[in-house]
């Protein structure tokens, strides 16, 4: 990811706690931050890969999600939702172009750059994310609590995945906003009950009506799909200090042996451990570790002897 400083940086980035929030967004649901590089003009983020791309993209090439399929999906996009705001952060730009799509049917929630933390009971004032998914308190130019607004945006994007279209369809911003505040939801008739039901839970007109991340968590259509966690990976995001080799993680010894092979020793390690994302040294640590993590979780490929021809069997 890039970013200009030449303009007026995104709120966790003025306080300069952008690499730090991310750091402690250590959730299977969240894109891992490795670096941070910063140039006089520019602010150069080193994030995870995540190979499939695109949610947005997926949905507009396959087609809408059958809903077993979006049920696991969504639950892990709630689970990051939940992981921000129980730290007090706001995503403010949740759609499906900044979900992306990962190995085993995983799933990663993304692009923080409009991000920013509350205190208490404090409301928001500015305009952020994409019109399509901003809620109706947004468009009445009043301020606003920042969780209701992200659950609206979950709403829409819930839409979006079970139909692979948009709730509240427009030709132009003038059009979606008065789309938006009349609030009219009409729903496919091949979804379920359960899942029209959370729809229209989700997606009410006044913020204080509008279903929690609990309320989503627990409804009919998510039974039997946990958004306390998710099929990834731990997040090591420090190397561990003062511990013999031997007492050391598998995988962290697999690590220390390549990053040893790479020129960088355990004592460059802790000297760079105060940098945090900022250290080359402690990025490439994170980024050899998750490489053996992902290795590791890839499913065993066992050869398949191909069968000996008659020839064969006669000589």
């Known amino acids: 990811m890039l970013l200009s400083t030449s303009e007026t940086p995104p709120p966790l980035i003025q306080t300069g706690s952008l690499g730090c929030d991310l750091i402690r967004l250590p959730n299977p649901a969240a894109r891992r931050l490795f670096e941070v590089v910063e140039t006089y003009s520019k602010l150069h983020l080193v994030m995870e890969f995540v190979s499939g791309g695109e949610l947005y993209q997926k949905l507009t090439t396959d087609g809408k999600m059958k809903e077993q399929d979006a049920k696991i999906a969504f639950a892990q996009i709630l689970s990051?939702?939940?992981?921000?705001?129980?730290?007090?952060?706001?995503?403010?730009?949740?759609?499906?172009?900044?979900?992306?799509?990962?190995?085993?049917?995983?799933?990663?929630?993304?692009d923080f750059g409009f991000s920013t933390r509350v205190t208490g009971g404090e409301e928001l004032r500015t305009f952020c994310?994409?019109?399509?998914?901003?809620?109706?308190?947004?468009?009445?130019?009043?301020?606003?609590?920042?969780?209701?607004?992200?659950?609206w945006a979950l709403g829409v994007l819930l839409f979006f995945i079970v139909t692979g279209h948009m709730p509240f369809p427009a030709d132009s911003i003038g059009g979606l906003k008065r789309s938006i505040l009349l609030g009219v939801i009409t729903a496919p008739a091949h979804l379920?009950?359960?899942?029209?039901?959370?729809?229209?839970?989700?997606?009410?007109q006044v913020p204080k009506d509008r279903f929690t991340l609990e309320q989503i968590?627990?409804?009919?259509?998510?039974?039997?799909?946990?958004?306390?966690?998710?099929?990834?990976?731990?997040?090591?995001?420090?190397?561990?200090?003062g511990v013999p080799l031997e007492k050391l993680s598998t995988e962290e010894k697999a690590a220390r042996e390549r990053l040893e092979g790479l020129g960088i020793t355990a004592s460059m390690l802790e000297q760079e451990m105060v940098q945090g994302a900022r250290s080359p040294v402690i990025a490439s640590y994170r980024i050899v570790v998750h490489r053996i993590q992902s290795v590791a979780?890839?499913?065993?490929?066992?050869?398949?002897?191909?069968?000996?021809?008659?020839?064969?069997?006669?000589?």
């Open 217 to 241: 968590s627990s409804s009919e259509w998510m039974q039997g799909h946990s958004i306390n966690g998710g099929a990834c990976e731990r997040y090591v995001v420090a190397p561990t200090i």
């Open 192 to 204: 379920s009950v359960p899942c029209r039901t959370l729809i229209r839970g989700i997606l009410r």
């Open 129 to 151: 994310g994409s019109p399509p998914y901003a809620a109706p308190e947004l468009f009445r130019d009043e301020s606003y609590a920042g969780r209701p607004v992200d659950v």
């Open 297 to 315: 979780q890839l499913p065993t490929v066992v050869p398949v002897k191909p069968p000996k021809s008659k020839t064969c069997a006669i000589l």
């Open 80 to 110: 990051g939702v939940k992981h921000l705001h129980e730290r007090n952060i706001i995503h403010r730009d949740i759609k499906a172009e900044n979900v992306f799509c990962g190995p085993r049917g995983i799933v990663k929630l993304g």
